[in-house]
């Protein structure tokens, strides 16, 4: 019987656990609260895993090893992770060497992006793609590159860090990475709810999502679909400023990769052919024409899987 595989994806907020078998079909999956206090986050990992493993009757003999994505620059040949200060880890943490330690099986770690793009391409949305570029639109933006099949990491693990790409030069909202005008502050969802907050305070015409914020003192990326697709002038100005914005940025991230996918994924996603349809006109105004001849961007389709689908796709491949 083929070994198992446990894919793991860290977030600030939850951890999602599944074991996965060598096709990438899910056995099982569930997930636990993210312990922030750093110390506490592996350990805790661990116990959810061999808690799961009794309950199914199954062995540690029985699995293969273990993948992991992780938020922030990950340092790939060690697993080390470079600063993940939501998580309690302010300085550089041997974030493999922990998991190997302590569910006593060999481990691979990846950025978490990196890792959902691996999971699109074995089983999503960029299934058949060697050449994939991967952008998840939720509360930042996170990216994963795909070159021949393997993941563009870079020097030192901060390659694919799409959200970062600079798109107002000069005057842009400050950033969480410390920079002004990313892609980030624009098309994230909280990006998009800034900018819908703007445009009330800029603009005097009735409107949908005027009508909103007056209401509740809010205002959603999804509110500002929603409103569009009820013929809200003031809500489709924003999808075109955002679609401009990202169109731009995506266009120069392809003309250096030539892929033939971009899937978007994230919260955001879920706009559907709302967000896609002026993101290819823009795309394709702004990449080089042969690059966006054989591009197609699509929706993502694994979800909240993504990340332990590639996670698993990683420990079978590198574990090896």
């Not at 930042?140 to 901060?158: F, H, L, M, Q, T």
């Not at 998009?192 to 914020?213: M, T, V, Y």
């Not at 003031?234 to 120069?252: N, P, Q, R």
């Not at 955001?268 to 990449?287: C, D, N, Y």
Request: aromatic share 4%; with cysteine.
């Amino acid at each position: 019987m083929e070994k198992l595989l446990i894919g793991i994806d860290l977030g600030g907020t939850t951890v999602k656990l599944a074991f996965i078998t060598q096709e990438g079909e899910i056995v099982t999956k569930w997930e636990i609260p993210t312990d922030k206090s750093g110390d506490k986050i592996i350990p805790e990992i661990a116990e959810a895993i061999k808690v799961k493993m009794n309950e199914l009757g199954l062995k540690i003999e029985q699995f293969a090893g273990a993948g992991m994505g992780a938020p922030g620059p990950v340092r790939f040949e060690d697993g080390v992770v470079y600063k993940a200060t939501n998580l309690g880890w302010k300085e550089m943490y041997p974030l493999k060497a922990e998991l190997e330690a302590y569910i006593g099986l060999p481990a691979v770690v990846d950025n978490d992006a990196n890792v959902a793009a691996i999971g699109e391409m074995w089983k999503g949305a960029g299934a058949g793609a060697k050449n994939l570029l991967c952008v998840t639109l939720g509360t930042g933006v996170g990216g994963g590159i795909i070159s021949n099949g393997e993941v563009v990491r870079g020097a030192n693990g901060a390659g694919g860090e799409i959200g970062h790409i600079t798109s107002i030069p000069e005057g842009g909202s400050l950033c969480g990475c410390g920079k002004t005008g990313c892609i980030e502050t624009i098309a994230s969802a909280t990006g998009i709810a800034r900018l819908a907050k703007e445009a009330i305070q800029a603009h005097n015409e009735p409107s949908l999502i005027r009508d909103q914020f007056e209401k509740t003192g809010e205002i959603t990326s999804k509110d500002v679909f929603e409103a569009a697709e009820k013929g809200d002038q003031l809500a489709k100005s924003i999808i075109e400023d955002v679609t401009y914005h990202l169109g731009l940025a995506l266009s120069h991230v392809a003309n250096g990769l030539n892929p033939e996918k971009i899937v978007v994924g994230g919260g955001v996603s879920k706009a559907g052919e709302q967000l896609l349809i002026p993101l290819r006109k823009q795309f394709t105004r702004f990449a080089f024409p042969r690059v966006a001849d054989v591009a197609e961007i699509t929706i993502a389709t694994l979800g909240n899987d993504a990340g332990v689908i590639g996670a698993a796709y990683l420990a079978k491949t590198k574990l090896s």
